[in-house]
């Protein structure tokens, strides 16, 4: 199906069928292909597509996960989508399903702008996604640079709420210093709010693979764990 040129909004809610706008049903289509404005293609827990999406001209494409119930992993090392089995392309932002939602970065260099909570963009050389409602961010194969935005306006505070993993690249960073002078909480994988801060703010709900954690100054800074304070001190970051 090759959609019109205005504002489409695509729901994959079964195999190879949905609807367009909830008006348009469509079923046993292998492929789908938006018009020269924004699509969104949302998919649902059941939906999936066996060949390929390509939003085509627009740069304001979406691919929709909100609506989902289970686990959803969106892998842009693999060009892994979920429900999606060909190819997706021309596809500008990508929303996750919250506390069930994992965004698995490239398998270049990448760099993590986390401009709001649970969002932000990630880019490598010559390929970007904006991405939303994402609580899980994995890292790919080499270096991946978490950067946490400030802003005045606390709703656009750069903010994981869930794991920040680096996977597998050696030289890791988080990067908070945007954050000074205010007092941050970045907690390991088992590790707790600090509850001696009348307003904790927590900005990596949990992090790993990590080599590498940049903050203004150490006493800006909670810990949960000894070790991940002596790990800021062997790398100097005081």
């Known amino acids: 199906i090759i959609g019109v040129d205005t504002e489409n909004e695509w729901f994959i809610t079964g195999e190879k069928s949905g609807s367009i706008k909830d008006s348009v049903s469509f079923t046993g289509v292998t492929n789908l292909t938006g018009g020269s404005k924004d699509d969104k293609f949302v998919i649902y827990d059941d939906g999936s597509i066996p060949g390929n999406i390509d939003g085509v001209s627009?740069?304001?494409?979406?691919?929709?996960?909100?609506?989902?119930?289970?686990?959803?992993?969106?892998?842009?090392?693999?060009?892994?989508?979920?429900?999606?089995?060909?190819?997706?392309?021309?596809?500008q932002k990508i929303k996750g399903n919250a506390t069930k939602g994992t965004l698995h970065g490239f398998s270049e260099a990448s760099t993590w702008d986390i401009t709001g909570e649970n969002e932000g963009k990630i880019s490598k050389t010559g390929s970007t996604y904006n991405f939303s409602n994402?609580?899980?961010?994995?890292?790919?194969d080499h270096k991946d640079h978490f950067i946490f935005r400030y802003s005045t306006d606390e709703g656009h505070r750069?903010?994981?709420?869930?794991?920040?993993?680096?996977?597998?690249?050696?030289?890791?960073?988080?990067?908070?210093a945007e954050y000074y002078p205010t007092r941050l909480d970045i907690r390991e994988s088992d590790g707790h709010v600090n509850t001696e801060e009348e307003t904790p703010r927590i900005i990596v709900g949990s992090s790993k693979n990590i080599a590498e954690y940049y903050?203004?100054?150490?006493?800006?800074?909670?810990y949960e764990r000894w070790s991940m304070q002596s790990t800021m001190l062997e790398l100097g970051m005081t």
């Open 58 to 91: 627009s740069s304001g494409n979406t691919l929709d996960y909100v609506i989902c119930t289970e686990t959803k992993v969106v892998n842009l090392a693999t060009s892994s989508f979920p429900g999606i089995s060909g190819e997706v392309s021309n596809i």
């Open 215 to 222: 903050v203004p100054t150490y006493e800006d800074i909670y």
């Open 158 to 176: 750069g903010r994981i709420l869930g794991c920040v993993d680096g996977n597998g690249g050696d030289s890791n960073m988080i990067n908070c």
């Open 134 to 140: 994402f609580s899980n961010l994995t890292g790919g």
